[in-house]
């Protein structure tokens, strides 16, 4: 199984800066790499696929990066509709999610 | 716009069996492959199976193998997920998830997902 550890667990952030959420896969996974967020009672919404292809209206704020094993999300510009939880899901061999990066206000 | 709603949870005991379904709309949905996600309370999330567009190709994870049957009806736009041999572990929200054309790999809809506890 491939094993996705993102960092850091919780990420206090304060509106209009940067934010950057790491995912680490346990093997090389190439591009076939997603992200999403989730707000509370709320189901996951896709964000990134392909490493760094933003899904059908997202904003431009969001950003991913990176291939192989390291991966990053960044939000450029914090607006308050983007504290939630943020997911990676890595499709290259199987399915399996990152832990959850916890984006939270400063 | 693409609609996924799911039904059938709730309250079950060990051992017990559910049926859980998900009703597709605003899409082609024999054109794609489906995929049902679980998330245990407070926890992350835990991809559970998926079926092709055809229904030929079928996968699921380990924790459900021999337990847990997908399957779809395309001429109704409805998938399903028979959950036999219940355990607590399994309690959770389930999702159904659209997935892609022409193999599993992201998940671009979601369902507003359905609980399921597993309890005595």
């Known amino acids: 199984e491939i094993v996705m550890t993102q960092s850091p667990a919780t990420l206090s952030v304060s509106p209009g800066e940067r934010a950057t959420v790491s995912c680490r896969a346990s093997q090389s996974i190439s591009s076939k790499l997603a992200w999403y967020q989730q707000k509370p009672g709320q189901a996951p919404r896709l964000l990134i696929y392909?490493?760094?292809t933003r899904a059908t209206g997202i904003p431009a704020r969001f950003s991913g990066s990176g291939s192989g094993t390291e991966f990053t999300l960044t939000i450029s510009s914090l607006q308050s509709e983007d504290f939630a939880v943020y997911y990676c899901q890595q499709y290259n061999f199987w399915y399996t999610f990152g832990q959850g990066t916890k984006l939270e206000s400063k | 716009q693409v609609q996924l709603v799911e039904s059938g949870g709730g309250l079950v005991k060990p051992g017990g069996s559910l049926r859980l379904t998900c009703s597709a709309s605003g899409f082609t949905f024999s054109d794609y492959y489906m995929t049902w996600i679980r998330q245990a309370p407070g926890k992350g999330l835990e991809w559970v199976s998926y079926i092709s567009s055809s229904s030929h190709s079928i996968q699921y994870a380990d924790s459900v193998k021999g337990r847990f049957t997908v399957s779809r009806d395309n001429a109704r736009n409805s998938l399903s997920l028979q959950m036999d041999s219940l355990r607590a572990e399994d309690t959770a929200v389930y999702y159904c998830?659209?997935?892609?054309?022409?193999?599993?790999?992201?998940?671009?809809?979601w369902g507003q997902g359905t609980l399921v506890t597993v309890s005595s």
């Open positions: 392909g490493a760094s």
């Open positions: 998830a659209k997935d892609g054309r022409y193999s599993s790999s992201y998940y671009d809809s």
